[in-house]
């Protein structure tokens, strides 16, 4: 049995890997004690090596390590002749762990001599960053997991945590039955999270500084300031009270949108609760004025002095499982390995000793948005992109795209093909996790090692040595030297207390000296651990003590500077997650139990609105922004505020016709942290008109080839009409990529691929019918074609099959009665189809039964939306208990807790 940690979120739960292959939660891990959520609880059905990539490639085709690494190593180096270090960039990830993050950052900073190494911790943690070094001088999270369960009141600000930190917010509800904590969530949305609290304060997107500062203000008059803690420990705190501008809860609400009965019961919460804890997420960093959020409910928490105590103290949730490892080898542009700074000489002189650094960096490099531009600008002429998919997941995806096939040269390290790996001059197989060995850090400081219990597949090797090989091939040997990443560990734990003498808190110098059989032993550890600490760390700055030169903390001002600008559009584009991916689904896109809960992307907007602009429940409707336009089903919700629209981030043009969300997100970014605003891009809505609906299953490929053409010109018959489709497109007018011609998501399924369709043109007819029909369906050349069509009622109907077995399957119809169920048709592909049984398969009718089930809410053990409201309804369940003992919905990971209540509530409940 081999320990190890989940590689998904920041909560950092411990993970055991049996014999078996079974992938159990780690009862003996302090972060989850036995507890996984649906992602972790899904583990083993990810590990499928099948679509892996397992040589390394240049230029489309397989070569040697030896000649990827050498051509790496040779571009870079020539680039930095020509054009100087400024001319490269690496932009690695939270993915990435401890050790190989250390060596990416120590080669770009101390030897290349550029800042240009970004990561997309960019997106997701760097107003946190810079809002912590702001108030303690360091980037530090002062609190620890415990808080959770001792806080008498729990603040969730843009924190979708059921969903996003599943295992903790398990932890909070446990200690809620216990203990009765009270919890508070600040969204916009009604969110899973929300339907868990005490009190939902639905405030209008980017109003939290003026919240926080309403907050400050009512603190203040009430007289709840701290004033003995905060003389000693605190400065700047009228500035910042002033900043916050007068109580006035009226106003306040105002500005939130909120009513004020909803904001006074709030303060008065706050303002009475000692224990009280703000956890916060991406609804205030990802924000133009995130950094502003941060200190805005920093400053709360000074100012109370309830800081670094049981049960409080303001908790940055970090996303990823190493965006705080990150941090502390310094990945970000802006930062230096172990929390050393750029503008203290001290730092940059111990750091070039330490390193013997030819070349340390003398500036930062650029932060992920500018950096990109720079390579489309082409002052970037070499970029390697490690463990992220900027292709998707950075805002104006489009743009980014042209910068890197204009970029003369790319490298891409990732386990799997994605949106980015298409633009790469030189691939790279990564090992993935359960191959990997070596550190990360979750939320509360606490390292926890990753340790490999199967081999990778064909030649994928883990990201450290790619940069150590790369550092040596660039004529470095001595400086990345290293055998083993507990050989990495340990420098990067000896950097950290070089000169150190408790000026930086990040110091892990009591781990430096092990040898390689303590590193494989090692046991989760929280920081700081001085050399001779002879306990973890645990809570900070109770009694001030902050990383500033006078040893106080700043309390910064935080003036309300209004609302998102809407640009002229009607609507807010707020992105996110949903429950059961991970971002761009390389690895949660592979398991069909995780593809059950939401199928598809869909846009969730208010009722009112939609029928305000002619929007259909479930048709398709169009999000326009300045940077560009995404289609997706719509999803009508009273849980989401009038004007503001909700996308997921996950899917990717692997997924779905329309691509990634981040092809219509705004790249705004905040002023002080370069983090963009992914939560508030203006939109405009417009319905779009469906003009046939189909299903499409096949047994192998994974996404339509988007630039396949559907329609050609009709005057010849050729046998090999796909091919002669594809190499036509001069020689007609009317051709049409795929996405012109319908809407198309993929859903893995347990037999294959599904794929939903949705005309947004003219269903085809005649012979553009026909070579629609083999687009879509890809016939493999001995295949057995069958079909059924009815022009006049609009539907066509085709089987292939090879050898007998159903290989895939089409059903288009005008009319979406006209398709069968999906339930019907699934589990049939890849059967055995007798000569009797074909006519009944173009019926559309399979074995299973054809009752539609609504979405999967429990993934662990199937169950769906329908079958827990029938059963709560014939059995008069009233409690989730009750529910699992019937069904088993809820009694695994949990994670579906929050929805069996919903589901609950709503049966008790008739819509009026
Ligand atoms: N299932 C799942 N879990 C994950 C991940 C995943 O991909 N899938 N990714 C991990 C990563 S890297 C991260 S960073 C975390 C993110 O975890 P979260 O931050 O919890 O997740 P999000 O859905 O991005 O955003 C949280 C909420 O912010 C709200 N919000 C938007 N604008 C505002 C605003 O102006 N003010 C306030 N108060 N709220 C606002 C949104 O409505 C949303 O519900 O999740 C981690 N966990
Ligand atoms: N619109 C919008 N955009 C967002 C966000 C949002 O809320 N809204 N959230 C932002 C946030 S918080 C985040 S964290 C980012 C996440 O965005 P990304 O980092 O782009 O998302 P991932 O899909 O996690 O990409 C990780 C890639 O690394 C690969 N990989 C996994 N393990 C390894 C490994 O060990 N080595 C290597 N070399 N590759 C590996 C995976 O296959 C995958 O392709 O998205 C950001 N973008
Ligand atoms: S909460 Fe879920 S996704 Fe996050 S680390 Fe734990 S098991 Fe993994
Ligand atoms: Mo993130």
Same mark, same amino acid.
């Given at each position: 049995?081999?320990?190890?940690?989940?590689?998904?979120?920041?909560?950092?739960?411990?993970?055991?890997?049996?014999?078996?292959?079974?992938?159990?939660?780690?009862?003996?891990?302090?972060?989850?004690?036995?507890?996984?959520?649906?992602?972790?609880?899904?583990?083993?059905?990810?590990?499928?090596?099948?679509?892996?990539?397992?040589?390394?490639?240049?230029?489309?085709?397989?070569?040697?390590?030896?000649?990827?690494?050498?051509?790496?190593?040779?571009?870079?180096?020539?680039?930095?002749?020509?054009?100087?270090?400024?001319?490269?960039?690496?932009?690695?990830?939270?993915?990435?762990?401890?050790?190989?993050?250390?060596?990416?950052?120590?080669?770009?900073?101390?030897?290349?001599?550029?800042?240009?190494?970004?990561?997309?911790?960019?997106?997701?943690?760097?107003?946190?960053?810079?809002?912590?070094?702001?108030?303690?001088?360091?980037?530090?999270?002062?609190?620890?997991?415990?808080?959770?369960?001792?806080?008498?009141?729990?603040?969730?600000?843009?924190?979708?945590?059921?969903?996003?930190?599943?295992?903790?917010?398990?932890?909070?509800?446990?200690?809620?039955?216990?203990?009765?904590?009270?919890?508070?969530?600040?969204?916009?949305?009604?969110?899973?999270?929300?339907?868990?609290?005490?009190?939902?304060?639905?405030?209008?997107?980017?109003?939290?500084?003026?919240?926080?500062? $309403? =907050?400050? +203000?009512?603190?203040? !008059? *009430? #007289?709840?300031? %701290?004033?003995?803690? @905060? /003389?000693?420990?605190?400065? $700047? =705190?009228? +500035?910042?009270?002033? !900043? *916050? #501008?007068?109580? %006035?809860?009226?106003? @306040? /609400?105002?500005?939130?949108?909120?009513?004020?009965?909803?904001?006074?019961?709030?303060?008065?919460?706050?303002?009475?609760?000692?224990?009280?804890?703000?956890?916060?997420?991406?609804?205030?960093?990802?924000?133009?004025?995130?950094?502003?959020?941060?200190?805005?409910?920093?400053?709360?928490?000074?100012?109370?002095?309830?800081?670094?105590?049981?049960?409080?103290?303001?908790?940055?949730?970090?996303?990823?499982?190493?965006?705080?490892?990150?941090?502390?080898?310094?990945?970000?542009?802006?930062?230096?390995?172990?929390?050393?700074?750029?503008?203290?000489?001290?730092?940059?002189?111990?750091?070039?000793?330490?390193?013997?650094?030819p070349a340390l960096t003398p500036k930062p490099g650029l932060k992920a948005v500018e950096l990109f531009e720079a390579v489309a600008a082409g002052k970037i002429q070499a970029l390697w992109i490690v463990a992220t998919n900027p292709a998707d997941s950075l805002p104006r995806a489009d743009r980014v795209r042209s910068a890197l096939s204009a970029c003369p040269f790319v490298a891409v390290s990732d386990c799997w093909p994605t949106d980015t790996s298409v633009y790469a001059d030189v691939v790279l197989p990564a090992a993935a996790w359960g191959e990997k060995d070596g550190t990360v850090t979750n939320s509360e400081r606490r390292i926890s090692r990753q340790r490999p219990f199967r081999p990778a597949p064909g030649e994928a090797r883990p990201d450290w040595w790619m940069f150590a090989e790369v550092g040596r091939r660039m004529g470095w040997e001595a400086a990345f030297a290293w055998e083993s990443p507990a050989a990495v560990f340990r420098e990067h734990a000896a950097l950290s207390g070089f000169e150190n003498a408790g000026r930086r808190v990040f110091d892990i110098g009591a781990l430096a000296d092990g040898d390689d059989a303590a590193y494989d032993a090692m046991q989760p550890v929280r920081w700081p651990l001085p050399a001779g600490a002879t306990q973890e760390g645990g809570r900070l700055f109770a009694e001030g003590g902050f990383p500033t030169p006078d040893g106080k903390a700043r309390c910064v001002p935080t003036p309300f500077q209004g609302l998102p600008d809407r640009g002229g559009h009607g609507f807010l584009l707020n992105t996110g997650r949903v429950r059961d991916q991970w971002h761009t689904m390389t690895r949660t896109g592979l398991a069909p139990s995780l593809m059950a809960h939401t199928p598809e992307p869909?846009?969730?907007?208010?009722?009112?609105?939609?029928?305000?602009?002619?929007?259909?429940?479930?048709?398709?409707?169009?999000?326009?922004?300045?940077?560009?336009?995404?289609?997706?089903?719509?999803?009508?919700?009273?849980?989401?505020?009038?004007?503001?629209?909700?996308?997921?981030?996950?899917?990717?043009?692997?997924?779905?016709?329309?691509?990634?969300?981040?092809?219509?997100?705004?790249?705004?970014?905040?002023?002080?942290?370069?983090?963009?605003?992914?939560?508030?891009?203006?939109?405009?809505?417009?319905?779009?008109?469906?003009?046939?609906?189909?299903?499409?299953?096949?047994?192998?490929?994974?996404?339509?080839?988007?630039?396949?053409?559907?329609?050609?010109?009709?005057?010849?018959?050729?046998?090999?009409?796909?091919?002669?489709?594809?190499?036509?497109?001069?020689?007609?007018?009317?051709?049409?990529?795929?996405?012109?011609?319908?809407?198309?998501?993929?859903?893995?399924?347990?037999?294959?691929?599904?794929?939903?369709?949705?005309?947004?043109?003219?269903?085809?007819?005649?012979?553009?019918?026909?070579?629609?029909?083999?687009?879509?369906?890809?016939?493999?050349?001995?295949?057995?074609?069958?079909?059924?069509?009815?022009?006049?009622?609009?539907?066509?109907?085709?089987?292939?099959?090879?050898?007998?077995?159903?290989?895939?399957?089409?059903?288009?119809?005008?009319?979406?009665?006209?398709?069968?169920?999906?339930?019907?048709?699934?589990?049939?592909?890849?059967?055995?189809?007798?000569?009797?049984?074909?006519?009944?398969?173009?019926?559309?009718?399979?074995?299973?039964?054809?009752?539609?089930?609504?979405?999967?809410?429990?993934?662990?053990?199937?169950?769906?939306?329908?079958?827990?409201?029938?059963?709560?309804?014939?059995?008069?369940?009233?409690?989730?208990?009750?529910?699992?003992?019937?069904?088993?919905?809820?009694?695994?990971?949990?994670?579906?807790?929050?929805?069996?209540?919903?589901?609950?509530?709503?049966?008790?409940?008739?819509?009026?």
């Amino acid at each position: 049995m081999i320990h190890t940690a989940c590689p998904y979120c920041g909560v950092g739960c411990g993970v055991v890997a049996r014999p078996d292959g079974a992938i159990a939660a780690d009862i003996a891990h302090p972060a989850n004690r036995g507890r996984l959520c649906s992602k972790g609880a899904a583990l083993a059905q990810t590990l499928d090596d099948s679509g892996r990539l397992t040589q390394p490639q240049i230029g489309g085709k397989p070569a040697s390590w030896d000649d990827a690494l050498g051509l790496i190593a040779a571009k870079f180096r020539r680039t930095i002749e020509r054009h100087g270090p400024d001319s490269v960039a690496f932009y690695v990830s939270g993915q990435c762990l401890t050790e190989d993050y250390y060596v990416a950052n120590k080669l770009m900073k101390g030897f290349i001599g550029s800042g240009n190494i970004d990561t997309n911790s960019r997106l997701c943690m760097a107003s946190s960053v810079a809002g912590h070094n702001r108030a303690f001088g360091e980037d530090i999270v002062p609190g620890v997991y415990e808080d959770w369960e001792e806080a008498d009141l729990v603040v969730l600000v843009g924190s979708n945590a059921a969903w996003c930190h599943p295992v903790l917010h398990q932890r909070l509800l446990a200690a809620k039955a216990a203990r009765g904590t009270k919890i508070v969530v600040l969204d916009p949305r009604r969110t899973a999270t929300a339907e868990a609290a005490d009190l939902h304060l639905p405030l209008t997107i980017g109003s939290d500084v003026a919240l926080f500062n $309403g =907050l400050l +203000a009512f603190l203040h !008059a *009430a #007289g709840r300031v %701290d004033r003995d803690w @905060t /003389a000693r420990h605190t400065a $700047g =705190l009228g +500035a910042a009270i002033a !900043a *916050a #501008g007068p109580d %006035d809860i009226e106003e @306040t /609400a105002a500005r939130c949108g909120l009513d004020p009965e909803l904001v006074e019961i709030f303060f008065e919460m706050f303002a009475r609760t000692e224990r009280v804890m703000t956890v916060y997420s991406q609804g205030v960093n990802q924000s133009s004025v995130g950094t502003d959020k941060v200190n805005a409910i920093v400053n709360c928490h000074l100012a109370t002095g309830r800081i670094g105590r049981p049960g409080m103290g303001p908790f940055s949730v970090t996303g990823q499982p190493n965006a705080m490892g990150g941090r502390e080898v310094g990945g970000l542009a802006n930062q230096l390995a172990a929390h050393m700074k750029f503008d203290d000489p001290a730092d940059r002189d111990a750091l070039t000793r330490f390193w013997q650094a030819p070349a340390l960096t003398p500036k930062p490099g650029l932060k992920a948005v500018e950096l990109f531009e720079a390579v489309a600008a082409g002052k970037i002429q070499a970029l390697w992109i490690v463990a992220t998919n900027p292709a998707d997941s950075l805002p104006r995806a489009d743009r980014v795209r042209s910068a890197l096939s204009a970029c003369p040269f790319v490298a891409v390290s990732d386990c799997w093909p994605t949106d980015t790996s298409v633009y790469a001059d030189v691939v790279l197989p990564a090992a993935a996790w359960g191959e990997k060995d070596g550190t990360v850090t979750n939320s509360e400081r606490r390292i926890s090692r990753q340790r490999p219990f199967r081999p990778a597949p064909g030649e994928a090797r883990p990201d450290w040595w790619m940069f150590a090989e790369v550092g040596r091939r660039m004529g470095w040997e001595a400086a990345f030297a290293w055998e083993s990443p507990a050989a990495v560990f340990r420098e990067h734990a000896a950097l950290s207390g070089f000169e150190n003498a408790g000026r930086r808190v990040f110091d892990i110098g009591a781990l430096a000296d092990g040898d390689d059989a303590a590193y494989d032993a090692m046991q989760p550890v929280r920081w700081p651990l001085p050399a001779g600490a002879t306990q973890e760390g645990g809570r900070l700055f109770a009694e001030g003590g902050f990383p500033t030169p006078d040893g106080k903390a700043r309390c910064v001002p935080t003036p309300f500077q209004g609302l998102p600008d809407r640009g002229g559009h009607g609507f807010l584009l707020n992105t996110g997650r949903v429950r059961d991916q991970w971002h761009t689904m390389t690895r949660t896109g592979l398991a069909p139990s995780l593809m059950a809960h939401t199928p598809e992307p869909l846009a969730t907007l208010h009722p009112a609105d939609a029928a305000a602009l002619g929007i259909e429940p479930n048709a398709l409707v169009r999000l326009s922004t300045d940077e560009g336009e995404v289609v997706l089903r719509a999803d009508l919700r009273h849980t989401q505020r009038r004007g503001e629209v909700f996308a997921p981030m996950h899917w990717t043009d692997l997924f779905a016709s329309t691509g990634p969300i981040g092809r219509a997100v705004s790249a705004r970014v905040d002023p002080v942290s370069g983090q963009p605003e992914t939560k508030a891009t203006p939109v405009s809505l417009s319905p779009v008109a469906t003009h046939f609906h189909g299903l499409l299953l096949r047994r192998s490929g994974l996404a339509l080839n988007r630039d396949a053409f559907a329609f050609a010109p009709v005057s010849q018959s050729n046998p090999l009409l796909d091919r002669a489709i594809q190499t036509s497109a001069d020689s007609a007018s009317d051709h049409r990529a795929l996405p012109d011609i319908c809407h198309w998501v993929r859903v893995p399924v347990d037999t294959g691929q599904l794929f939903r369709l949705t005309g947004l043109r003219a269903m085809p007819t005649g012979d553009d019918l026909d070579r629609f029909a083999r687009v879509l369906l890809d016939p493999p050349p001995a295949a057995d074609w069958i079909e059924a069509a009815d022009p006049a009622r609009g539907m066509l109907r085709v089987a292939i099959l090879v050898d007998g077995v159903l290989e895939a399957c089409l059903f288009l119809a005008r009319n979406p009665v006209g398709l069968p169920s999906e339930a019907a048709v699934v589990p049939i592909l890849g059967t055995a189809i007798p000569d009797a049984g074909r006519a009944r398969l173009l019926a559309g009718r399979g074995d299973a039964g054809t009752m539609s089930e609504g979405p999967r809410i429990c993934a662990c053990f199937a169950v769906s939306r329908d079958a827990i409201r029938h059963a709560a309804v014939t059995h008069r369940l009233r409690s989730v208990a009750e529910i699992g003992v019937r069904l088993r919905a809820g009694t695994n990971c949990g994670s579906c807790i929050p929805e069996i209540e919903e589901i609950l509530r709503d049966v008790r409940m008739p819509a009026s």
